[in-house]
């Protein structure tokens, strides 16, 4: 799949989780930081949009222990949480 179909559909699947907090939250990320992703880094989205909603939240907010598989660089930017939308 091309690049901007890519995005396209990571940005649908992460505004669209089931709850309005999980979509604030993943969908807020990849708005602040999806355009600028490297191909890795999708990589490493896209499998942690398979994960849970509520471990993603928990693990973003320090409420639940991140399992090593998901800590480094793009958990610390998800753990800023300055994308949140605010109303």
């Known amino acids: 799949m091309d690049h901007a179909t890519r995005l ?3 940005k649908f699947r992460a505004w669209h989780r089931g709850t309005k907090e999980a979509d604030l939250m993943i969908g807020g990320f990849f708005d602040a930081h999806g ?7 999708l990589d ?3 499998t942690l949009l398979e994960e849970q909603d509520v471990d993603i939240m928990g693990w973003a907010i320090g409420s639940l222990p991140c399992p090593e ?3 480094g660089p793009m958990m610390d930017r998800m753990r800023a949480i ?6």
């Open 8 to 10: 396209k559909r990571l």
């Open 35 to 41: 355009a600028s992703m490297t191909p890795a880094e």
């Open 69 to 71: 598989r998901w800590q």
């Open 82 to 87: 300055t994308y949140v939308p605010t109303f």
């Open 44 to 46: 490493w989205f896209e």
